[in-house]
């Protein structure tokens, strides 16, 4: 049974940082795609960075230089590197997992709240 946690939100002030965590109990883990996404109150789901298998990534205009997405295939877990937080950045942030015969599963979102 595939299961996806994520953990290591938080609350910061603004200008600061934290790091999502990830974790996927599943097999061949490596073989996948991982997005994260987030949500604020009141607004859509929108997706913000990508990483394939190979390690090619990609993220949202408004976190290019301050989000870093990464992966550790041997902990079977993805994380997002976040820094210089604004309060726009607030939201649920959830993980999604792309196996390669297109099966699609979600976590259940950790919160990060950026404020004074």
């Known amino acids: 049974q595939v299961r996806i946690v994520e953990s290591r939100g938080g609350l910061v002030q603004p200008g600061g940082s934290l790091r999502l965590s990830c974790a996927a109990s599943?097999?061949?883990?490596?073989?996948?795609?991982i997005a994260w996404y987030r949500q604020a109150p009141g607004k859509q789901r929108e997706w913000v960075a990508i990483?394939?298998?190979?390690?090619?990534?990609n993220s949202i205009d408004s976190v290019k230089g301050r989000f870093t997405i990464s992966r550790d295939n041997a902990k079977n877990t993805v994380y997002l590197q976040m820094n210089s937080l604004k309060p726009e950045d607030t939201a649920v942030y959830y993980c999604?997992?792309?196996?390669?015969?297109?099966?699609?599963?979600w976590g259940q979102g950790t919160q990060v709240t950026v404020s004074s």
């Open positions: 599943m097999s061949m883990f490596s073989r996948n795609t």
């Open positions: 990483i394939t298998r190979v390690g090619t990534t």
């Open positions: 999604n997992v792309n196996t390669i015969s297109g099966g699609d599963y």
